[in-house]
């Protein structure tokens, strides 16, 4: 299999601007505070329950599968508790974002010229792909987690209270690239630069990448062997022309998504305790629920074709 950093650097546009990217990974780092308050609601109730749902056992099981690899360094607990591990993980993949952050900020001119990239370069920039895709992903799996459970308590709650059969398909389908981008960006921070620590300052032109790549180790030119070769993550190096109307999308669906895992888990403790559901809740998620479905269709518009795989 093609290694992932080198259908990357073919993909990129021939420049970009630093305060782009740097823009975009500031807001994916902000918004993991939101991803460990949403998470840390979902520890409370599975203090006082279990997941049921078989599409929830389903796609954790593929989660931990990854995670708990024998190569695999991340800590986890030992019941495979998914919220307690988000908590651990998303702790992590903050940490080491800053420190992406700042990694990138000195190491990268204001316009950034695809051609001739260092190894270590091309990771930091591919990394705020990652966290876009995590940031969103993490949000998207705790939602999927919420329905499924709150259909095991009411099965009869309308249609679009729950995803879409694309919606679902997505999580089914990244759950293992979800996890193992957590299995390097979720460790701890010291063992997090010591994994990046081989990647070299070779260069690696555009035209030529390939052949490059092949002559050293793998380690020495990517922290990754293991994703899938189209693999992006994010369309922020090949959207110039349309950048500012995709992070505006991008920006309602955060802040939507957050409201909706608030009352997701308002909605399942009120089930669950008293067996009763709220029309008024019920409605404002159905509203949210609608209304972050049409963002994720103008994004996956604009998101067309980045991650062919």
């Given at each position: 299999?093609?290694?992932?950093?080198?259908?990357?650097i073919?993909r990129?546009?021939?420049?970009?601007?630093?305060?782009d990217i740097?823009?975009?990974?500031?807001?994916?780092?902000?918004?993991?505070?939101?991803?460990?308050d949403?998470?840390?609601?979902?520890?409370?109730?599975?203090?006082?329950t279990?997941?049921?749902?078989?599409?929830?056992?389903?796609v954790?099981?593929?989660?931990?599968?990854?995670?708990k690899?024998?190569?695999?360094?991340?800590k986890?607990?030992?019941?495979?508790?998914?919220?307690?591990?988000?908590?651990?993980?998303?702790?992590?993949?903050?940490?080491?974002?800053?420190?992406?952050?700042?990694?990138?900020?000195?190491?990268?001119?204001?316009?950034?010229?695809?051609?001739?990239?260092?190894?270590?370069?091309?990771?930091?920039?591919?990394?705020?792909?990652?966290?876009?895709?995590?940031?969103?992903?993490?949000?998207?799996?705790?939602?999927f987690?919420?329905?499924?459970?709150?259909?095991?308590?009411?099965?009869?709650?309308?249609?679009?209270?729950?995803?879409?059969?694309?919606?679902?398909?997505?999580?089914?389908?990244?759950?293992?690239?979800?996890?193992?981008?957590?299995?390097?960006?979720?460790?701890?921070?010291?063992?997090f630069k010591?994994?990046?620590?081989?990647?070299?300052?070779?260069?690696?032109?555009?035209?030529?990448?390939?052949?490059?790549?092949n002559?050293?180790?793998?380690?020495?030119?990517?922290?990754?062997?293991?994703?899938?070769?189209?693999?992006?993550?994010?369309p922020?190096?090949?959207?110039?022309?349309?950048?500012?109307?995709?992070?505006?999308?991008?920006?309602h669906?955060?802040?939507?998504?957050?409201?909706?895992?608030?009352l997701?888990y308002?909605?399942?403790?009120?089930?669950?305790e008293?067996?009763?559901?709220?029309?008024?809740?019920?409605n404002?998620i159905?509203?949210?629920?609608?209304?972050?479905?049409?963002?994720?269709?103008?994004?996956a518009?604009?998101e067309e074709?980045?991650?062919?795989?």
């Amino acid at each position: 299999m093609s290694m992932n950093i080198i259908n990357f650097i073919k993909r990129l546009l021939p420049s970009f601007n630093k305060s782009d990217i740097l823009t975009d990974m500031e807001v994916s780092i902000e918004y993991i505070s939101n991803i460990l308050d949403s998470y840390a609601s979902y520890e409370s109730v599975l203090k006082v329950t279990k997941i049921t749902a078989k599409k929830n056992k389903d796609v954790l099981k593929e989660f931990y599968k990854d995670l708990k690899l024998p190569k695999s360094k991340v800590k986890l607990s030992n019941n495979e508790n998914i919220a307690t591990d988000m908590l651990t993980l998303f702790k992590n993949v903050k940490v080491n974002g800053d420190y992406i952050l700042e990694e990138l900020d000195g190491a990268i001119n204001d316009v950034i010229v695809s051609e001739a990239l260092t190894a270590y370069k091309a990771f930091l920039i591919r990394s705020i792909g990652h966290y876009y895709f995590m940031t969103k992903f993490a949000t998207d799996l705790l939602n999927f987690i919420y329905i499924n459970e709150t259909l095991e308590v009411n099965e009869d709650l309308d249609k679009e209270y729950k995803l879409n059969k694309k919606q679902e398909e997505n999580i089914v389908k990244n759950i293992w690239i979800f996890a193992r981008l957590l299995s390097l960006y979720g460790l701890d921070h010291e063992t997090f630069k010591d994994n990046i620590s081989s990647i070299e300052n070779i260069t690696l032109p555009k035209e030529e990448v390939e052949k490059v790549v092949n002559i050293y180790n793998s380690g020495n030119v990517d922290a990754f062997n293991n994703l899938p070769s189209g693999f992006i993550g994010s369309p922020i190096y090949s959207i110039r022309l349309v950048f500012a109307q995709w992070q505006s999308q991008r920006h309602h669906e955060l802040k939507d998504k957050k409201k909706l895992l608030e009352l997701r888990y308002l909605h399942y403790k009120l089930l669950k305790e008293s067996g009763q559901s709220d029309v008024n809740v019920e409605n404002e998620i159905i509203y949210l629920q609608k209304r972050l479905s049409d963002i994720d269709y103008k994004l996956a518009k604009l998101e067309e074709g980045v991650n062919d795989e």
